[in-house]
Every structure is written in C-alpha cells, then in structure tokens.
C-alpha cells in the first residue's frame, strides 16, 4: 500500500517531466537528430551538436558541483562567444537565470543590476572583468561565483575568477536533471533605460520556447541554413530571434565577436552562409563598404532586418544588388521575447515600409488613449497578446501592471492596421516631434531624406524650441565623395514635405551614434544638439 501511494504521489511530477519544454530539452533533442552535424563555429573551433550538448551537459554538471543551483542569477558581461552560448544551455539545464548585460555598460549601471536583480554569480572574458569587479566592490551585491570566459585553465588564474573551461574538467558526461517547470525563468533581459531606470524583462522557458516557434515558421528556418551570428547576444533579437530558434531546427551558426562589416561580408563568402539578420545601420553600413561589391555573396538565400525602422530607399537598393536573397522585416520588442510580427518577402515591395502582420503565437490590435480598438488605417497604440510575453518586470508589479492593462501588452509603438491586418509603425511615442502643436514622425522626414542621392544616413529629432516647442532637426551623414549642402537639402524637404514637417535646423556628422545592437541612440542626438537653436 505504501509504495502505491508513493507511486501516485509521484505521477505528477513524472508526467510534468515527460510533457517538458525547456531551453534545456531543446537541445537535448536537436542533438539527438543531428549529433554529426557542425553546430557552431567561432574562431575556427567547430563543435558538432553532439559535441555542443557534451560540453553544455559537464559545465552544467560543474557549475552544479560548485553550489550553482535553480534561481541563482548569474550576469553575463560578454561579446560574442562559443562560452557564451555553452553558459546560455548549461544555466538553463540547472535552472538557473541568465542575466545578460550590454557590455558597453557603465560601471555605475552594471552596479544597479546587480543590487536590483540580486546576482549571484557573474561570467565575463578577462577584459570586461575589471569592470564586473569594481561594480561589486560598489554595490551590496553577495558575489558567490565569478567565472572567467574564453580563457583556458593553464592560464593564470585572476583573483575570486575561476576559468569557465575548469568547470568541465573530471566531470561525468551524464544527462543533468533538475526539477525546471516551463514557465520558470530563463533569462532576465534589462531594458536600455532611455527614459526611466532600466527595467528587467523577465522570460521563462515557455515564452521562448513559443517564440521560437513562431521565429522559425515565419523565417522559413531550416536546418539547411549556415547562419552568420554577428549582432551582440546580449540583445534578445540575435539571441532569441536567431541563435536559439537556429539550434531548434539543427542548422549551422557561425559566431562573430562584433558586427564588422568588413568581418561579415568576409565570413559570409567564406563560409557560403544563407542566412544573416542586421539592423538597417548594420545592412547601410556593409552596403557602404568597398567590399560589399567585391565579395562573393551569392550563397546569401534569406536576409533579415529588424530592430529599428528600415528606410525604403535602402531597403529597395539591398534587393537590387542581392537578387538572389529573400528578405523579411521582423518587428517586436524584448518584452515580447522579442519577434510580434514579420512581413515576408513577398510583401516587401507590396506593403514597403511595413512591419509585417502578427506572426503565428501573437494576436495584435490598435488602441487609442483609452484602449479601445480604432478603425483600420487609424493611428494608435500597438498592443499584443501572446505566450511570447515576458512574466513581467523584475521587481516591478506596479510598472508590469501599466504595460499590460486590459490584459494586453502596450508597446509603446505607435501604427496603424490597414485593411488586411498588416501593421504600418508611425514611430515610438517618444520619438513623435510635436512642433507648433502638430505632431510630425520622425520616420517620415527620415524616409524622405534618405531618397536623395548624397544621403548616407539620417536621423531626424525634436530640439527644444521657444517658439516651435520642439523644432523639426535632421542630423545627415553624407555619402563618401558627396559635396551635398543643407540649401539642397532644404529645397528637397520642401518639395516633398508639407511646411511644418520641414526641418528647421540641418547639421552633418561623419557618424551617427549606435549602440553595439546598431540601433540608432536619438537620445545622445537630442543631448549633442540640444542648444543649436539658443
């Protein structure tokens, strides 16, 4: 009697663990497929699946064995790397929380995550490990594990850092298991912070996992691509859009340490990859390199942008000289784990300058100021539901609560629908310039500008005005070789714009700030210029 009642006790844990879908499982079973298969490549090191899940399984095992355990957070402060994707399955295989942190991060906002986030342990390469310290020594933070990435163990050992390849040394290769539910936390991803305190996304196993479905149904991912890996993966559209939903379906990545232009087109040729995402800075910075028309990019077969708005023009020059290659806009953000909507190859000239329409795991509408839904081609908030949707923010019922009142997440993103439920982005409400008390997006100035021939790159802001309340400002980057001038431009805008919309004040710059995920920093903009029309 006694053991049947154990057994009835214990049923349903047993059917919890045998209906599992964690990040963990996932590559688990791709390995199981494909172990002969090369998974990963970085800097010349090529691991099969199989060899990608031994090394994942005996860190997991390691970083167990020194206490490690389901909750503890861990912050990773890295570029690109083979550890970085081992540390993302091992933590996840232990159930323990992956805190991934921009690695151009002040010293001052790493402390801050580290007190709000309450971690634990930390992982970052020798030259980001001064800095990892010093926020520490800041903060109130219990550091109890610290682990050196890419380095070896024969290496000189740092102070309280312990080598990441130690961890897998005399270690059994047997499959780690830990009690991890679906919707436990998988990795807290800490927002940018452009207009509060950075505020942290947190996504479980299951908003993921569901997000990489719907990645991988609407990118038409096959275990047949060769992937080019170059936008940092701390940022949740490489890794969460890209990395894992590759490793789901068992196709090949290859890792770059930094989005070099020149370093991507090289590794494209070399390594005849199909697929590639970028931001459009990124795509507008190859496109602008000497030898995006020397290289051999003819393998190229899908080509993804996302991010941050593509500009028409660009995006018409990029099918024009990749004729071979599909492209897809993919639109969402973090909180949503991050992918909301995509619009397919076959719509990119027919619906140019959309995001898309809501992808498989997402249903989406257009609100106004009180939440109702407005008329197709109305503009208003784009709000979502979806299992992709983050658990909430870190420590934030209040802020959590906001963002998803009505029980849908609010954007912050303003659109429109048009009549077949494609979604048209106006601009970020924040990025909306109300000038004489006429709203004007930034994006269609930008749009504009970028159909003159001398325009490299342009980024349009509101500046602080007396009169205007916020003057209409465009920053251009000119072309290399182009003598364009700010009357050209000016008598361009004016016939192309309404009056209004023109911009009051033209400036040039050889570069345009971006941070390492190549989005466009507007708010360091509007900081530069904030005084040119004193």
């Not at 964690?22 to 497929?33: F, H, Q």
């Not at 909430?392 to 629908?417: C, I, N, Q």
Request: charged residues 25%; glycine residues 6%; proline residues 4%.
């Amino acid at each position: 009697m006694g053991e049947e009642l154990r057994e009835l006790k214990s049923a349903p844990a047993l059917l919890e663990r045998a209906r599992r879908n964690t990040l963990s499982d996932l590559l688990v079973r791709t390995s199981s497929r494909y172990p002969d298969k090369p998974a990963i490549q970085y800097l010349g090191k090529r691991f099969t699946y199989q060899q990608l899940e031994d090394v994942v399984n005996r860190t997991a095992a390691g970083m167990r064995k020194d206490g490690l355990q389901k909750g503890t957070m861990v912050a990773v402060l890295s570029n690109n790397s083979l550890d970085f994707v081992v540390l993302n399955f091992a933590l996840a295989r232990i159930g323990a929380v992956m805190v991934p942190l921009n690695y151009m991060l002040h010293v001052e906002d790493i402390q801050y995550i580290l007190d709000h986030a309450g971690i634990e342990g930390m992982a970052a390469p020798a030259e980001y490990a001064d800095r990892m310290d010093e926020a520490v020594l800041r903060s109130g933070s219990n550091i109890s594990w610290r682990y050196l990435m890419d380095t070896d163990i024969s290496m000189k050992k740092r102070q309280n850092w312990k080598p990441f390849s130690e961890l897998k040394e005399d270690i059994e290769s047997d499959l780690v298991e830990e009690d991890i539910r679906d919707d436990d936390l998988a990795h807290v991803l800490y927002t940018s912070g452009t207009e509060s305190k950075p505020k942290g996304v947190m996504l479980t196993h299951k908003s993921l996992i569901a997000e990489y479905v719907s990645s991988i149904i609407e990118g038409k991912m096959e275990a047949s691509d060769v992937a080019v890996h170059a936008l940092p993966f701390y940022h949740s559209a490489q890794l969460h859009v890209f990395l894992g939903p590759g490793i789901y379906v068992g196709s090949t990545g290859i890792i770059l340490p930094q989005a070099s232009p020149e370093a991507i087109l090289e590794t494209i040729e070399r390594e005849r990859a199909t697929q590639l995402f970028c931001p459009p800075t990124v795509w507008i910075a190859m496109l602008r390199h000497p030898d995006f028309g020397q290289r051999d990019l003819s393998s190229l077969q899908k080509c993804y942008y996302g991010a941050a708005i593509m500009p028409r023009e660009i995006l018409k020059e990029l099918m024009e000289k990749l004729p071979q290659a599909r492209f897809w806009n993919f639109y969402g953000q973090t909180e949503v784990a991050p992918l909301a909507a995509a619009l397919q190859p076959e719509d990119q000239l027919r619906k140019l300058g959309a995001a898309g329409r809501a992808v498989l795991h997402v249903e989406t509408k257009i609100v106004d100021e009180y939440d109702k839904e407005v008329a197709r081609n109305q503009v208003g908030e784009i709000v979502h539901r979806t299992p992709h949707a983050m658990k909430g923010y870190l420590h934030d019922p209040e802020k959590t609560a906001e963002v998803f009142r009505g029980g849908w997440f609010h954007s912050g993103d303003l659109g429109v629908m048009d009549e077949e439920g494609y979604i048209t982005i106006i601009d970020r409400k924040k990025d909306m310039i109300n000038t004489g008390g006429v709203n004007v997006s930034s994006r269609e100035v930008e749009e504009t500008l970028y159909e003159m021939e001398g325009v490299s790159e342009a980024a349009v802001i509101g500046i602080p005005d007396s009169y205007w309340i916020e003057a209409v400002t465009a920053i251009i980057v000119a072309k290399e070789g182009s003598t364009i001038s700010r009357e050209e431009i000016l008598r361009f805008c004016k016939a192309k714009l309404a009056k209004y919309k023109v911009p009051k004040y033209i400036e040039f710059a050889d570069t345009l700030p971006k941070n390492p995920s190549g989005k466009l920093l507007k708010r360091n903009l509007r900081e530069t210029y904030k005084n040119i029309g004193s």
